[in-house]
């Protein structure tokens, strides 16, 4: 309970006062009528809150993180959440951002049907220690009808705790490794099964799976003393609402012998998390026809 006190005008020389105000701040939200049971009584944090999490809390550098960050709506009496145009994101220094989606799903959270908007940030973490992504916050205003069909606002302040972050050191690299670290599958193909000695084809190397895009770095190709391979071009495909990618890398390949000949294993080395030590992936040899020009 609070008083606001007298306020004084003076209007021609002479004091006029204001008869004081009292108000009652309540954490309850007013619905129109009392709800038979003190339990149900719902607040402000009932109608409408906030929640960040992360897939894990312990990871390796450069490892995939996904952060979700999901504002929460109750599915009743109208709830509507005003918030800026761009919602601020939590600082994430130490981290490299990835892509971003948003999504829209219900959830049950104690006996009430909510509405969320989840935001999903795909972060990769660019050190080893102990990182913290920031605290969600940011002011917004909730809106609902009472019982009685009444608009009601009031403002509030999201919020949600920092997140700690442990990362590991990756171990002693082999030569081989460009950086990738995730999961991942490779194969590999020519665009055509007809080679012609001097007529250029395409060797096309597809990596696919979970990491980041940007330390996916060209497989070497093993030296073909029968062709020249030129430098590849480079084409990412990001998945749509996922944390997948593939990373294709196309080689001119141009046959400068004919005969019979063969294409050697094409390699690929990264650090897998799941087996906390480096996996290569390797390519079928295949044998080859070049036709005399």
Request: glycine residues 6%; hydrophobic residues 35%.
């Amino acid at each position: 309970s609070y008083t606001i006190p007298r306020i004084s005008v003076a209007v021609d020389g002479k004091e006029y006062l204001t008869p004081p105000m009292t108000v009652e701040v309540s954490r309850t939200v007013d619905m129109g009528s009392r709800p038979p049971d003190a339990a149900t009584e719902l607040t402000i944090e009932d109608l409408a809150f906030v929640r960040t999490s992360t897939d894990k809390a312990v990871l390796y550098q450069g490892e995939t993180l996904l952060l979700k960050l999901c504002l929460y709506s109750l599915d009743q009496y109208y709830v509507q959440v005003e918030s800026p145009r761009a919602l601020p994101l939590p600082g994430t220094e130490g981290f490299y951002s990835g892509q971003q989606w948003q999504q829209n799903t219900n959830e049950q959270v104690e006996g009430r049907t909510y509405r969320i908007t989840e935001i999903n940030q795909i972060l990769y973490p660019a050190m080893p220690g102990e990182l913290t992504i920031g605290a969600w916050q940011w002011q917004g205003a909730v809106r609902w009808y009472d019982s009685r069909r009444r608009p009601q606002t009031a403002a509030r302040m999201f919020a949600t705790d920092p997140i700690k972050i442990t990362v590991l050191p990756l171990p002693p690299q082999p030569p081989n490794f460009g950086g990738a670290v995730g999961r991942f599958t490779m194969q590999s193909h020519l665009s055509e099964d007809n080679l012609v000695q001097g007529k250029p084809v395409r060797l096309i190397v597809t990596i696919s799976g979970e990491g980041n895009a940007n330390t996916i770095s060209a497989p070497l190709i093993p030296e073909m003393p029968w062709a020249h391979i030129s430098d590849p071009e480079v084409e990412t495909r990001p998945q749509e609402n996922t944390i997948a990618i593939t990373k294709l890398f196309s080689y001119l390949l141009t046959p400068l012998e004919a005969g019979e000949h063969v294409i050697p294993p094409i390699e690929f080395t990264f650090f897998a998390p799941i087996l906390k030590d480096y996996k290569t992936e390797r390519s079928t040899e295949k044998s080859v026809t070049v036709q005399a020009s």
